[in-house]
Nanobody, 130 residues
């Protein structure tokens, strides 16, 4: 049973930074999965923040976070980190980690739709005050 657990959320002031982490269990290696980070703010739909394909060669970022968020490749601890810089009040949301089972080619695009992901964590809250 694949399980994902997010951590690293918290309350920060605008301009601050955080590092969110996603730890996977029940998998041999998270390198076998595409990984995405999504967020959902109150009253809004869940949206993609950042994603990488299973090989790590392709990434995709929401325009609102480009240059501030960087999705990492996994490490031997089966963790995918996402340092987030220059936080803004509009970044306030619950952040979710997700893993996709389907593997296409090495250079296939990262999945951007939530329906393409098979496993989800429960989320970690990020609150940014102005």
């Amino acid at each position: 049973q694949v399980q994902l657990v997010e951590s690293g959320g918290g309350s920060v002031q605008a301009g601050g930074s955080l590092k969110l982490s996603c730890v996977a269990s029940g998998v041999t290696s998270l390198s076998n999965y595409g990984v995405g980070w999504f967020r959902q703010a109150p009253g809004k739909e869940r949206e993609l923040v950042a994603a990488r394909n299973w090989s790590g060669l392709r990434t995709n970022y929401a325009d609102s976070v480009k240059g501030r968020f960087t999705i990492s490749r996994d490490n031997p601890q089966n963790t995918v980190d996402i340092p987030i810089l220059s936080l803004k009040p509009e970044d306030t949301a619950i952040y979710y980690c997700a893993a996709a089972v389907l593997r296409v080619s090495w250079n296939s695009p990262a999945f951007v739709n939530s329906t393409e992901y098979n496993y989800w964590g429960r989320g970690t809250q990020v609150t940014v005050s102005s």
